[in-house]
């Protein structure tokens, strides 16, 4: 949680927060998706997180994906903005967020993939075909329906 976050927690404790977040969706030159499976739920979701006080949504997303898993990133399109109920969070502590996130294609250009242990614990690239079989997260699973990715 960063420390903007936590402040307003410590002033609303669990209430719904409305928050900025960004998310990226990496392919390979086989056009699959990097996938990430999350510590807390072990459900896999898409890269990405918060957009911090002052910084762009192109500029989180390249920091999410360095610090989640070590790799660098270029950005490539803006495909959607989502919001609204379908990508409200209640986390394991009972923090309800409600994110509108900007969501961008992006592609590899460097590092080495290292889940960072804390938010991620495994890295990888899956087939549209196989997303439907995954244990996505809600935010993850309603995103994939949106873009038409889960088949």
Same mark, same amino acid.
């Given at each position: 949680? %960063?420390?903007?976050?936590?402040?307003?927690? /410590?002033?609303?404790? %669990?209430?719904?927060?409305? =928050?900025?977040?960004?998310?990226?969706?990496?392919? /390979?030159?086989?056009?699959?998706?990097?996938?990430?499976?999350?510590?807390?739920?072990? %459900?896999?979701?898409?890269?990405?997180?918060?957009?911090?006080?002052?910084?762009?949504?192109? =500029?989180?997303?390249?920091?999410?994906?360095?610090? @989640?898993?070590?790799? @660098?990133?270029?950005?490539?399109?803006?495909?959607?903005?989502?919001?609204?109920?379908?990508?409200?969070?209640?986390?394991?502590?009972?923090?309800?967020?409600?994110?509108?996130?900007?969501?961008?294609?992006?592609?590899?250009?460097?590092? /080495?993939?290292?889940?960072?242990?804390?938010?991620?614990?495994?890295?990888?690239?899956?087939?549209? @075909?196989?997303?439907?079989?995954?244990?996505?997260?809600?935010?993850?699973?309603?995103?994939? @329906? /949106?873009?038409?990715?889960?088949?």
């Amino acid at each position: 949680m %960063s420390s903007y976050v936590q402040r307003l927690r /410590d002033a609303l404790g %669990s209430d719904l927060l409305l =928050l900025p977040a960004v998310v990226v969706l990496p392919r /390979d030159p086989l056009q699959r998706l990097l996938l990430v499976r999350h510590v807390d739920t072990g %459900s896999w979701a898409f890269l990405g997180g918060g957009v911090e006080p002052g910084e762009t949504p192109e =500029l989180a997303g390249v920091r999410e994906v360095a610090e @989640e898993i070590g790799l @660098e990133v270029e950005l490539g399109r803006l495909l959607t903005v989502v919001g609204g109920q379908r990508f409200e969070v209640t986390y394991q502590n009972g923090d309800r967020v409600a994110y509108m996130a900007a969501v961008y294609e992006a592609q590899v250009v460097g590092g /080495d993939l290292q889940p960072d242990g804390t938010e991620v614990s495994e890295a990888q690239w899956f087939g549209q @075909e196989q997303l439907t079989a995954l244990d996505l997260t809600r935010f993850a699973r309603n995103l994939a @329906e /949106d873009l038409r990715l889960a088949r």
